[in-house]
């Protein structure tokens, strides 16, 4: 959308996102870094499979795998600056189909959610070195594929001081925090605010008794809360264009 011009004549942008986590009624946002990046992380172990009853003729893709994956636990720990926040995390590991033949190859693959692109690309470059040389040790190769999905959320100063200024007319001051933030997840309203100065904040849709977060298979939105969403976009326009529309 923005390369077909979706932004052109475009000063500033606005957008929020329902959040269950937060309280019903809440307004969270926060100058800066809002929600996180989110990048994919594959890796393929290649080796030689062979027969169970032969370990000394295979080039074991198991091992040199479950060394990688504990090794990599070493970049938040201690590759990185404890000050540098993100998360990395292998949720996915396969090799092999039955219980007395080596495989050829292992297969794992993670996330990593961090807030700053300097960062992101240190720990990149770290995962690939660790996963590179471990498997090397282990006479096999490792081969690694990182794709960005999308970048931070990061908030501009002055639009985010609008945000609050209209939250605390319409929605009150108790319910405009900043509390519990920025949050792990990812946004592609991240590509606008690379482009324009703006704003993307929380509206909390909690409703008491339902635990049930976005993107689960019971999620129920709290169309209660959909009046505040609308009367905080009318608040904006009202507030940045001089406007009176209620």
Do not use: W
């Not at 908030?155 to 209209?166: A, L, P």
């Amino acid at each position: 959308m923005i390369k077909e011009g979706c932004l052109e004549g475009v000063d500033e942008v606005y957008g929020y996102h329902n959040i269950p986590n937060f309280p019903e009624g809440d307004i969270r946002v926060v100058e800066g870094a809002m929600m996180a990046s989110a990048t994919t992380v594959k890796i393929k172990v290649l080796g030689k499979g062979g027969h169970g009853s032969m370990p000394h003729m295979i080039k074991d893709v198991i091992s040199a795998g479950a060394a990688i994956f504990t090794n990599l636990h070493t970049v938040k720990s201690r590759c990185i600056d404890s000050r540098d926040n993100f998360t990395f995390t292998m949720t996915h590991f396969t090799s092999g189909t039955t219980h007395n033949v080596f495989p050829d190859e292992a297969f794992m693959q993670g996330s990593i959610r961090s807030y700053s692109r300097p960062v992101l690309e240190l720990i990149k470059t770290k995962i690939h070195h660790i996963a590179t040389s471990t498997a090397e040790a282990f006479d096999c190769k490792a081969e690694v594929d990182i794709v960005d999905l999308y970048p931070p959320t990061v908030n501009h100063k002055e639009q985010t001081q609008h945000v609050i200024r209209v939250a605390n007319k319409y929605v009150g001051g108790e319910h405009v925090k900043s509390d519990d933030l920025p949050v792990a997840g990812s946004e592609d309203f991240s590509y606008y605010l690379e482009n324009r100065p703006g704003c993307f904040f929380m509206l909390g849709t909690r409703v008491a008794g339902n635990d049930y977060f976005c993107h689960t298979s019971r999620y129920d939105y709290n169309d209660s809360m959909i009046p505040t969403g609308a009367l905080m976009f009318v608040g904006i326009v009202e507030d940045r264009l001089a406007a009176k529309i209620i």
